[in-house]
């Protein structure tokens, strides 16, 4: 079982930064990819960001440049470094853990961008 924590969101400026945690409860090092999702009002979940247990990382065409996904696997989290924020980057994120052949998510973090 893991369990995922996120943190970070709150209400930010366009063109402001926000970096969001999603804290496991255990040892990170077992999970073989971390990503983020998000979801706006009104749309399906998507895919941020991704990254695997030997550091490979994947972008939604729409945050490339400006996100950056990391692992701190000593602090069992991952990190969600969100750069030059726009409206459109409204939504609820979601973190999730892929183990052992299940997927688990966390219970998410509102981010509003807006002035």
């Known amino acids: 079982q893991v369990q995922l924590v996120e943190s970070g969101g709150g209400l930010v400026q366009p063109g402001g930064s926000l970096r969001l945690s999603c804290a496991t409860s255990?040892?990170?090092?077992?999970?073989?990819?971390m990503g983020w999702y998000r979801q706006a009002p009104g749309k399906q979940r998507e895919m941020v960001a991704s990254i695997t247990i030997g550091g490979g990382t994947n972008y939604a065409d729409s945050v490339k440049g400006r996100f950056t996904i990391s692992r701190d696997n000593a602090k069992n989290t991952v990190y969600l470094q969100m750069n030059s924020l726009k409206p459109e980057d409204t939504a609820v994120y979601y973190c999730?853990?892929?183990?052992?052949?299940?997927?688990?998510w966390g219970d998410g973090t509102l981010v509003t961008v807006s002035s």
């Open positions: 255990g040892t990170i090092l077992r999970i073989n990819v």
């Open positions: 999730n853990a892929f183990r052992d052949g299940i997927l688990y």
